[in-house]
């Protein structure tokens, strides 16, 4: 019989992460015979392959070449045969009663294509960053996501009724990172169920912190491609129901890319095409204490982009500034892309 759960664990160069997640999934206070472990390793050239070693005969392995993340969701979700499916950044680990609690939510409701939750921030070493909650309803509709009010988690959050993915799946391989914002588009089709406490931990550390790319020409434009060939899809998917965003959702996403592509611009050293950006953003803006905010630390990007990085630095690293900012946010603060 087919468990009700497979956890897909995606893994890069995450080896002195990768046993705390594994072991926070075999510590589960979920029946073990109701649980596969799928680790995915997207071509580590680290330890990775030696850690997974110490968990063979409960954890099944898949080595691939590197291809990022979409690839190895992709790899993960094919192998899977549970009933719903649970996602895992490598880096990050769950509670012990996450799985019971996202069975609970499923059950109660029946309709749901996605249970998230969220997901207290931690630094490298594991320890707790002091971090606040976003509020959000039991449950989500198609309608929130489209007026700017759904806020979601990142993959580790995040578990999927199979049936109700089916259409949504394969993510695009293109996207070497935010798979995650990809699956997002499922709310189109199905509702989703909030538990609105953290069941795990996001890890902040070097790679993966907000600003990380932040001066690394590679990894913004990898990033800037990914927002387009979100977009794209978003608008396809749109069109296709007869749906479009709400004008405020609709100027903050286009706020969101317009801030990508002037800090882009301005890495590249194109100081005259991020001031064109940036005229253009802060045209956008709303006109509010929020928006003349905005408008005055993307002006700090184009001008001095160090003092910009820290800011954002700053931000990473310690979340009640983010609180301040999505109270302060005219349209929700709904991660759209």
């Known amino acids: 019989m087919p468990p009700y759960f497979s956890v897909v664990i995606d893994n890069y160069n995450y080896g002195r992460f990768l046993a705390q997640a594994i072991e926070s999934v075999l510590s589960q206070d979920f029946p073990t015979r109701d649980v596969e472990v799928i680790l995915v390793d997207d071509g580590s050239t680290d330890d990775s392959r030696e850690v997974a070693a110490r968990f063979q005969g409960k954890v099944r392995t898949v080595f691939r070449e590197n291809g990022g993340q979409a690839e190895a969701l992709n790899a993960g979700i094919a192998s899977a045969t549970g009933e719903v499916i649970a996602l895992l950044d490598a880096d990050d680990w769950w509670r012990e009663d996450k799985l019971r609690r996202v069975a609970e939510r499923f059950d109660r409701g029946p309709t749901l294509g996605m249970v998230q939750h969220w997901m207290e921030a931690a630094d490298e070493n594991g320890r707790r960053l002091s971090s606040g909650l976003p509020d959000a309803p039991d449950v989500y509709e198609a309608r929130d996501f489209l007026e700017g ?159 910009y990085f820290l800011f954002y630095r700053l931000y990473s690293r310690f979340p009640a500034v983010a609180r301040m900012r999505s109270r302060a946010l005219p349209f929700g603060s709904g991660k759209l892309v």
Do not use: Q
């Not at 695009?172 to 997002?184: K, N, Q, V, W």
């Not at 990033?223 to 609709?250: C, F, N, Q, T, Y």
């Open 149 to 307: 009010r759904a806020l979601f988690t990142g993959t580790s959050g995040l578990s999927l009724r199979r049936s109700a993915a089916a259409a949504l799946l394969p993510i695009p391989r293109e996207l070497r990172i935010s798979a995650d914002s990809y699956l997002y588009r499922l709310i189109l089709d199905a509702p989703v169920g909030n538990i609105r406490e953290p069941l795990g931990f996001r890890r902040i550390h070097g790679s993966n912190r907000y600003a990380a790319r932040r001066g690394d020409v590679r990894r913004m434009e990898e990033h800037v491609k990914a927002m387009e060939i979100l977009r794209r899809d978003l608008d396809r998917r749109l069109a296709a129901r007869g749906l479009r965003l709400s004008e405020p959702a609709e100027r903050g996403m286009r706020l969101e890319e317009l801030r990508e592509n002037l800090i882009l611009r301005r890495c590249r050293g194109d100081i005259k095409g991020a001031f064109e950006a940036w005229k253009e953003a802060a045209r956008s803006s709303p006109r509010s204490g929020y928006g003349l905010f905005k408008a005055a630390t993307l002006l700090l990007a184009v001008v001095w982009p160090p003092l």
